[in-house]
């Protein structure tokens, strides 16, 4: 077992028992409360309900797994970081989750859009969303992807290698255009999170290293494009971050770069991106910074490294995701069945398997990732007992919740629900044992909404050439 947690129930009342070194009721309450999304609370039979919508509502009408977003509690994060970092462009990174409504929300708060693929690009366009807004990340960039950029007319590219500089210079041309850039570059830190989240050391594929000279080359590659209109540099650490000491360090390098590319251009970059990669309490082990903390600590490093090295202060941006929609959301599963598994000396942990899996999240299994769950239909007055909840995939390491008390008469039926999903859930959703992936519904003021609908098996036979040949000519036999 890795560690202990409470995520257990929302009100101090119901809280599930919690392990010695966290008795004081306020402690467990507070950290339980930062796991859910602002409107979620459990009603007076017990269940939990969010948006005035009850889980057990959301399961008959909608099925189960599902994911539930708050919308409250969405936009309330959007203008928290908006009003936090005022002054400074906040871009919703989009890579966390995405959807139509999303892009209307964030166009609503008056905010900015990160998007990092060419698929990412085309829904915020199609959903109308004001394209001087948007940046366009990612380390392989087509030449399509690239032509709808400079076409469309997006605000900035975040250019990550010279082929790329090339490719951008030579489209931009091609249509008369002078492209917006931001050089990526990594700075040298091994950021404090997960190796595959982690993108600021410098033997990864994400931007040009600092230390080997490849980030000031392409920098004043860009400055002599006639193409590119070269704004400034970007620099994005990794992901699910606490710790403020790793802007730290690499703001120390990259604005010293910013120094020694304006000495030689003569001229000082207007921009800087400092990217996103904020934390969020997944189980009550963690401990995220606000919004306003975290701009204040930002602005410090920023401004404290300028007046040293004797830089005008840079228009400064970032691009928060996870800390954004990840609390907005929660997954809803039906649990399927209950096995004891005897761990010795009359320890038993309880296998709870539910009807998704590592299709609807694979963070567990990719990352070593840890959530929360609670039971979500109806509050229990059984003793507490180890839970491990698992879903319905060909695989061992198909988990959702590592190690979490559940009432001990868990049982067939019961809804598991899992807050802290709204990000990297859905958008990293497979196909995974022809699973179809779920639906992620809105809930406000008592309605629920569908903002992604659930995929059916009929959406997976359409891809499938000889199963749609031999449906054509098979008689119906459900008739
Ligand atoms: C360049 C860039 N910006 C922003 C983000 C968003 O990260 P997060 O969702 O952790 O805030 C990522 C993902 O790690 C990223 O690679
Ligand atoms: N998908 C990752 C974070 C995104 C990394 C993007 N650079 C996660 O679930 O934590």
Redesign the pocket.
């Known amino acids: 077992m890795t560690h202990m947690h409470v995520a257990g129930s929302i009100h101090a009342d119901a809280v599930t028992p919690a392990p010695k070194w966290l008795q004081r009721p306020d402690d467990v309450n507070a950290m339980v409360q930062m796991l859910w999304s602002s409107t979620a609370c459990r009603n007076d039979d017990g269940v939990i309900e969010v948006g005035g919508v009850s889980v057990v509502e959301i399961a008959d009408r909608i099925g189960t797994p599902a994911y539930v977003i708050d919308e409250v509690d969405f936009r309330e994060r959007l203008a928290a970081f908006r009003d936090a970092f005022a002054g400074m462009k906040v871009?919703y990174?989009g890579?966390?989750f995405l959807c139509g409504a999303v892009v209307d929300w964030v166009a609503d708060e008056g905010m900015y859009l990160?998007v990092?693929s060419h698929e990412e690009l085309q829904l915020a366009l199609a959903a109308g969303f004001d394209a001087a807004r948007i940046g366009l990340?990612g380390n392989n960039k087509s030449e399509a992807e690239l032509e709808l950029a400079v076409t469309a007319g997006v605000g900035r590219v975040?250019v990550d290698s010279v082929t790329e500089i090339e490719r951008l210079d030579r489209i931009a041309q091609e249509h008369r255009r002078t492209v917006p850039v931001l050089v990526?570059v990594t700075a040298g830190v091994e950021a404090h999170t997960h190796e595959y989240?982690s993108?600021a050391h410098e033997d990864q594929k994400?931007g040009l290293a600092i230390g080997s000279g490849a980030a000031l080359d392409g920098l004043l590659r860009c400055e002599q494009a006639a193409g590119i209109d070269l704004r400034g540099i970007?620099s994005?650490i990794?992901?699910?971050?606490f710790d403020a000491s790793g802007f730290e360090v690499s703001g120390k390098r990259t604005l010293k770069l910013a120094k020694q590319v304006a000495r030689l251009i003569g001229r000082e970059l207007p921009e800087f991106?400092l990217?996103?990669?904020?934390?969020i309490a997944y189980t009550t082990m963690d401990s995220p910074m606000t919004p306003e903390a975290l701009a204040e600590h930002l602005r410090e490093i920023v401004e404290h490294e300028c007046r040293a090295l004797e830089l005008t202060l840079p228009e400064l941006s970032?691009?928060?995701?996870?800390?954004?929609?990840?609390p907005a959301g929660m997954a809803v599963y039906r649990v399927g069945t209950v096995k004891p598994v005897a761990l010795g000396d009359g320890i038993y942990r309880n296998y709870i398997s539910v009807d998704g899996g590592m299709s609807d999240n694979i963070r567990p299994a990719l990352y070593g990732a840890d959530y929360s769950g609670t039971v979500g239909n109806r509050a229990s007055t059984s003793e507490p007992a180890l839970g491990r909840v698992v879903g319905r995939h060909c695989e061992s390491g198909d988990i959702l919740v590592r190690d979490e008390f559940f009432p001990s008469d868990i049982t067939p039926g019961d809804l598991v629900v899992i807050p802290g999903s709204g990000?990297?859930s859905r958008a990293m959703a497979s196909n995974y044992n022809h699973a179809t992936r779920p639906p992620v519904v809105g809930v406000r003021d008592g309605q629920i909404t569908t903002l992604v609908r659930r995929e059916s098996i009929d959406d997976l036979f359409a891809l499938d050439p000889v199963v749609s040949a031999r449906r054509a000519t098979t008689p119906d036999t459900d008739a």
């Open positions: 871009y990174a890579k966390s990160d990092c990340h975040v990526r989240i993108t994400f970007h994005h990794g992901s699910q971050i991106d990217g996103g990669g904020f934390g970032i691009e928060p995701g996870r800390a954004i929609s990840g990000a990297y």
